[in-house]
C-alpha cells in the first residue's frame, strides 16, 4: 500500500533523515520506533507532504506523491492523526467531526459508526474541543481522520501523555479498527502498544532505520530493543 525507498530530509541544511526505506501492505499495521530526536515524526511529514524529500521516493498504491502537497496526499486515501492532535478548540466536538467528513473510497465511517466506536465523544458531542481532556481530544483527533474515510491510518504518538487506563482505551480502538481492514502506520514511543498492535516494526537512529522485522523478531533481539529504544 505504502513504499518509501531512500528517503531524505531536511529542517533548513540540517540532514534528518538520511536514506529511510519502509512499506505498510494491505491490511497490515507498521510502527516506528526510536529515541527521541531519532526522526520518526520527521519521516510522516515528509509522507505527509509537509516536508518535501531531498531525495527519496513516496508511493501509495503505486502512485508517486512525493512532493505534493497535504491536502492532495489526504484526498489520495491517507488519514493523519499529527503529535499535537490539532482539532478546533472552539468548536463542539461534532463540528470539528462533520467538518472533516468525507466519502472516501470504502465510505466505510459515518457519523454514527464514529459515535459507536467512540461512545465517550457521543456523551460530549456539544462540548467544545477546549473542553476535553487530553484523552478525548486524542480519541476525537483519531474519529476526524477516520470520517476522512482514509485507505491507510498515519498516527503520531497516539498514547503519549495519556493515563494508562486511557492508553488501553485508545489501542482497543485501533484494535478494532485494524480489525475493519484499516492499515495503519504509526510512531509510538511505547514500547508495550507498539508489540501489542503491530504487525511489523521498524527502528530509526539517527535518520536511518536499524532495525525492521516482525514483533517476534523484536522481542528476541533484546540488544537492538536496549540500544535503540532504551527499556
Given at each position: 500500500?505504502?513504499?518509501v525507498d531512500n528517503l531524505h530530509a531536511y529542517y533548513?541544511?540540517?540532514h534528518v533523515l538520511q536514506g529511510v526505506s519502509l512499506h505498510v501492505g494491505e491490511g497490515e499495521v507498521?510502527?516506528?520506533l526510536g529515541r527521541n530526536g531519532a526522526g520518526k515524526t520527521t519521516t510522516l511529514l515528509a509522507i505527509m507532504g509537509y516536508l518535501k524529500p531531498r531525495p527519496g521516493?513516496?508511493?501509495f498504491r503505486g502512485r508517486s506523491i512525493a512532493g505534493q502537497w497535504p491536502f492532495q496526499i489526504s484526498r489520495a486515501g491517507l488519514g493523519y492523526v499529527p503529535q499535537e492532535?490539532?482539532?478546533?478548540?472552539?468548536l463542539s466536538v461534532q463540528e470539528n467531526l462533520v467538518v472533516a467528513a468525507r466519502r472516501g473510497e470504502s465510505g466505510r465511517w459515518t457519523l454514527k459508526q464514529i459515535y459507536q466506536l467512540f461512545p465517550r465523544l457521543h456523551e460530549r458531542a456539544a462540548n467544545r474541543g477546549s473542553q476535553l481532556s487530553g484523552g478525548e481530544q486524542q480519541m476525537l483527533s483519531i474519529a476526524r481522520a477516520l470520517l476522512l474515510n482514509p485507505a491507510l491510518l498515519v498516527l503520531d504518538e497516539p498514547s503519549e501523555g495519556l493515563a494508562p487506563l486511557i492508553v488501553k482505551e485508545i489501542a482497543d480502538i485501533l484494535r478494532d479498527v485494524r480489525s475493519q481492514g484499516l492499515s495503519i502506520l504509526m510512531v509510538e514511543q511505547n514500547l508495550r502498544v507498539a508489540m501489542a498492535l503491530a504487525d511489523r516494526h521498524y527502528i530509526?537512529?539517527?535518520g536511518a532505520v536499524c532495525f525492521s522485522g516482525t514483533t517476534q523478531a523484536l522481542q528476541a533481539d533484546e540488544n537492538v530493543v536496549?540500544?535503540?529504544i532504551g527499556v
Open positions: 500500500m505504502l513504499s533548513g541544511q540540517s507498521v510502527s516506528i521516493r513516496i508511493e492532535r490539532g482539532i478546533f478548540a472552539s530509526l537512529n539517527k536496549r540500544l535503540h
